[in-house]
């Protein structure tokens, strides 16, 4: 393991793929998990202290493994245990402005997130889900559910999202009933 420096800190999170949840310690630099996960020089990470259970069995521990590597792009969200692991307010919202929050739900082929989206400016699902590099955008006070799964519930202060993985965005206000 790395020995943590001035510009790297241990960030505890999960990890959801389509069929495993890992929970483990992951390196971040200065940008936090969001300066991470948005790298485009890398495509894998290195989850440490990692333990992987099954979506379907979600309290029957599979394994537990020093070091395990994952594929960005597998990863539907990362759940975080507090609000400031996801980085920098600027960076974390793209830049300084004024935001309005947005109650949200968001859709994948295996999990729905409900939780608070920051956004400058009015709500636009286009520029959300293709504007800048970021494949992951952070939710904040989300709860995320398996689908098929509904007893598999993760309450967290922050969560990203991948956006490549997004079926549907909508805005809970919107909410007919």
């Known amino acids: 393991m790395p020995e943590p420096s001035t510009t790297n800190r241990l960030v505890s999170a999960d990890f959801l793929t389509s069929s495993y949840r890992v929970v483990g310690k992951i390196m971040v630099p200065n940008s936090g998990m969001m300066g991470l996960m948005n790298d485009t020089t890398t495509s894998f990470m290195e989850v440490l202290e990692a333990k992987l259970a099954r979506l379907h069995m979600p309290t029957k521990l599979v394994g537990e493994y020093q070091v395990v590597d994952l594929v960005k792009d597998n990863i539907f969200a990362v759940c975080l245990t507090r609000r400031e692991d996801v980085g920098p307010v600027a960076l974390a919202r793209g830049g300084y402005s004024n935001l309005i929050k947005y109650p949200l739900r968001v859709a994948t082929q295996v999990y729905e997130l409900e939780g608070t989206l920051e956004w400058a400016g009015r709500f636009d699902f286009s520029t959300i889900m293709v504007e800048g590099t970021r494949g992951f955008v952070p939710l904040y006070s989300t709860t995320l559910t398996a689908i098929l799964i509904p007893a598999f519930k993760i309450e967290s ?3 990203m999202f991948n956006r490549k993985h997004v079926d549907l ?7 007919v009933g």
């Not at 965005?169 to 909410?175: I, N, Q, T």
């Open 157 to 159: 202060p922050a969560v």
């Open 169 to 175: 965005l909508a805005v809970l206000s919107d909410k």
